[in-house]
């Protein structure tokens, strides 16, 4: 079975530019989660899909942050514009279930802003 | 809201030896869940242990085990005889009950396993 895929693995962007991030999860996992480590800090919890619908985006940190999740499977986060503190990584995870359920995570996608 | 602290950024221990790492927590919840996963110098997060709160018998897999102490609100994970495969950060995360909440996560300690 394969696990959660991100991609790109490492980004390098310009401050002002638009990254994509993309997410695959485990397929039939209808839980998507979004989760950002900034250099030094907590892995913060950004959003959570159900299946194609925004569960709970109370993380997400300002409005230049956009995810999708279309048709419930593959997500995307764009930032757009980037800012040098929108630098580190960002990690994607998925779940089949509630309460106990594991959440299965992606290796990362570290975004560089300079 | 809750928080989620480990007090130990590094924590260093001789192969075949038992290493215990601590986390905290802080939550007035009464039904949650509380995690170990670890995560290895360039590859995915895995998890480690769990725990439900509402158990009173700590959770053990094989060389892990966990010392919940609900009323302290602590949560340790205890390593018993050490392998070079450990050698990760560890991350202690909580997650409320009774839905699919994101995990709240402490800034992790990173375990370093001296040959």
């Known amino acids: 079975e394969a696990g959660v895929t991100q991609f790109p693995s490492h980004s390098v962007i310009e401050k002002g530019q638009t990254v994509t991030l993309r997410c695959d999860p485990i397929?039939?996992?209808?839980?998507l989660y979004w989760y950002r480590r900034v250099m030094g800090k907590e892995i913060k919890f950004l959003l959570h899909f159900v299946k194609e619908s925004k569960q709970d985006e109370s993380g997400m940190p300002n409005n230049r942050f956009l995810a999708e999740r279309t048709g419930g499977t593959y997500s995307t986060l764009k930032v757009q514009p980037a800012e040098l503190e929108d630098s580190g990584v960002y990690f994607c995870a998925s779940s089949p279930g509630t309460g106990e359920y594991e959440q299965y995570f992606g290796p990362g996608t570290r975004l560089t802003v300079t | 809201a809750q928080t989620v602290t480990q007090s130990q950024p590094e924590m260093s221990v001789q192969e075949a030896e038992t290493v215990t790492l601590s986390c905290t927590y802080d939550t007035s919840e009464s039904d949650y869940y509380l995690f170990w996963y670890k995560q290895p110098p360039s590859r995915q997060m895995i998890l480690v242990i769990r725990q439900e709160a509402y158990k009173q018998q700590n959770a053990t897999e094989n060389r892990f085990s966990v010392n919940f102490q609900k009323a302290a609100k602590s949560f340790s994970l205890k390593i018993s005889d050490s392998q070079l495969g450990d050698a990760a950060m560890y991350f202690c995360?909580?997650?409320?009950?009774?839905?699919?909440?994101?995990?709240?996560f402490g800034k992790g300690t990173h375990l370093i396993i001296q040959p």
């Open positions: 397929s039939g996992h209808d839980n």
């Open positions: 995360a909580y997650r409320r009950g009774g839905g699919a909440d994101g995990l709240t």
